[in-house]
Nanobody, 123 residues
Framework: QVQLTESGGDSVQAGGSLRLSCAAS?????MGWFRQAPGQEREGVAS????????RYADSVKGRFTISRDNAKNTLYLQMNTLKPEDTAMYYC???????????????????WGQGTQVTVSS
């Protein structure tokens, strides 16, 4: 069992930046960031394989968000730049129990989930 703990969420103005972190209690395989806004379905934001050789982004965040990981620290990051009001959501970290080289954006592929960290972007 792996526990995931997100941090870094905050309220910022449009155009600002935030860096989310996700600390894992153990070794993880592929990991990803997902978000869910009130009244909307959860969507994949970015995912990364264990070695970092496979990375995917949602079209809505390409060029603005960067996912990375430090396996020595069992930590996943999401650098978010040029934030927009539509980025407002609860952001969740997720980890797979299999799949070293994959970077799926499908939530059902992930076994472990964090509790989420809120990001609010005002115009």
């Amino acid at each position: 069992q792996v526990q995931l703990t997100e941090s870094g969420g905050d309220s910022v103005q449009a155009g600002g930046s935030l860096r989310l972190s996700c600390a894992a209690s153990g070794v993880t395989y592929s990991m990803g960031w997902f978000r869910q806004a009130p009244g909307q379905e959860r969507e994949g934001v970015a995912s990364i394989s264990r070695g970092g050789g496979c990375i995917r982004y949602a079209d809505s965040v390409k060029g603005r968000f960067t996912i990375s990981r430090d396996n020595a620290k069992n930590t996943l990051y999401l650098q978010m730049n040029t934030l927009k009001p539509e980025d407002t959501a609860m952001y969740y970290c997720a980890a797979r129990s299999v799949g070293v080289a994959t970077c799926t954006m499908t939530g059902s592929d992930y076994t472990y989930w964090g509790q989420g960290t809120q990001v609010t972007v005002s115009s």
